[in-house]
């Protein structure tokens, strides 16, 4: 029998957590597809969120390590420059990276950290029960703004791909979406190109995708998939907001 | 070895790390410890190290998380504001198991205080600091030599019971210059072998985490109630202080750090004046030196301890000695350095009322 797909080899093979419909683990595949493809599973060190995700260091197959809420880009700058020979990704969600560890996020692009981070932005904090996010939509309903978001209130949606564009230390930051088959292969093209500017030694690379909570939101995994097309599409467009594929990272290592 | 130095103690206790084998160091400015990054910046990259200026404390302490989770030895250090901020860091290092090793060169506080040295974070520091059950091994330097004689001592502890370590150092240590020698030779780390936790490449093993959670019922509690089998063991082993003419003393003196320095000057004014004083002077303060103390309550008339805060090492010596003897306190918090003159008058006060109530407590 001809064999078409398998699990990837950086994937353990254990029962994730995550809800029906939830972009967490199609992302987790598309990390893992991309390790396997680069043969670097067996140097890779990954930082696992506080989130939804905590438990992705019990799911990727090679070392792991979970840190407190938001400051994944420290700890993974800290790895790098004690194991400049590794690869070292942040996994984290939209609070995690934009809210409590937005500082940490910054300063590891404006240093041009040889970093990578896998940033899944769902719009909402899914773990603590659906608050509001940094990323949160203008009206979009969430219970800390039952109401929906107001900006007069609760200031206005944060672009971190725009924002990290600006840094000089950022090398590469695509946009993209997991909302149809077609944009879960364009996801896993951006993850690998991520990965191989590390492996290259070019600098900071950063990857959003825009994601899924369909718990959160109460609605189905499929409406859910309609709210990204409708609603998050005009407000993060998909795309590469930076690319500079000469470069090479301003840090390193002993 | 063998060759004497003289250094400011903020540079020899950077100096110490990296003949200690630090190899990576994170921090983030604040007086009156800058001179420990600052050093940093140039000498570890002659050593084949890495440093990074962080943008925050807070990002300092999980560069630091991230370190030592690969098994190298790495430091950051700051003072009082700035360890406030990464006691998070920390307390996910304890609860990770993960070897680190910091510095706090105190100031007067609390809030932005002053910049000058204290010791109002001894509570921070020996009672956790941040959230959760976990202990820091912490040793108290009285002197420039010990300032860069410590990180090694705490490297060897912090990895033999995967525990954080820190070095309470306050200003005035930190600035003050004096000839020391480092009584160790150094230490190479290609010389040292990588732990079996540490991460990095998982070729022909399996994978390995770094991290302090268990959700599953009754796991976390036994993950802490091991943790504390550890910390029972450092209690029984790991103590250190320093005992100078405590045997026919009438009344000892108790203080750490710089303001066990300023004892000593009363001690040498008393003994010349002919007065039974003795100068006890804990150099870990977590573990306490508590049944050495103990064993002193019987014998002496009273204690005098002399802090520059507004008490707090006082707690652990009247739990330690189980109020057998009085325990008289001269307390100069927020940036104050006490004299030997203002001490020696307290120790003739506290010999006045031999073995009655407390006397002096400022
Ligand atoms: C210091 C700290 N503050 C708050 C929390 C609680 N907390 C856990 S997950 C989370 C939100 C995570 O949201 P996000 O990063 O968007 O990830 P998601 O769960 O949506 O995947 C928060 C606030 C924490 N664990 N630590
Ligand atoms: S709450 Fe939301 S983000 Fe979390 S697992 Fe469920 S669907 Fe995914």
Redesign the pocket.
Known sequence: MLQVNKRPESLLDVKMHYCPGCG?GIVHRLVAEAMDELGIRERTVGVA??????FADHYFNCDMIQG???RGPAIATGIKRSKPGCIVFSY??????AS?GMCETVHSAGRGENITIIF?N?A?????GG?M?PTTLIGQKATTCPMGRDPQVNGYPIRVCELLATLDGSRYLERTSIHTAAHVIKAKKAIKKAFQYQVEGKGFSMVEVLST?PTNMGISPLDACKFVQEKMLPMYPLGVYKDVPGGKANVSGN | MGEKLLMKGNDAMAEGAVRAGCRFFAGYPITPQNEVPEYMSWRLPQAGGSFVQAESEVAAINMLYGAAATGIRCMTSSSSPGISLKQ?GISYAAGADLPIFFANVVRGGPGLGNIAGAQGDYFQSVRGGGHGDYRTFVMAPDSVEEMGNFPLHCYEVAEKYRVPAMVLADGVLGQMMEPLEFRFPQVDPKTLQSPDWALGECKGRKNRLVGSYDLSEGKLEVMTLNRGKRYAEIEAKEVMFESRQCEDAQVVLIAYGIAARACGAALKMARAEGLKVGLFRPITLWPFPKSQLRALADRVDSFLVVEMSMGQMVDDVRLATEFRAPVHLHARPSGVTPTGEEILKRIKDALKAGKGERVCCK
Do not use: K, R, S
């Open positions: 967490h969120p506080v989130g939804c995700a905590v407190p809420h938001g984290q969600g939209d609070g995690d990276l409590i899944i769902n909402i904090y899914g773990m603590t608050q996010a909570c | 998070e």
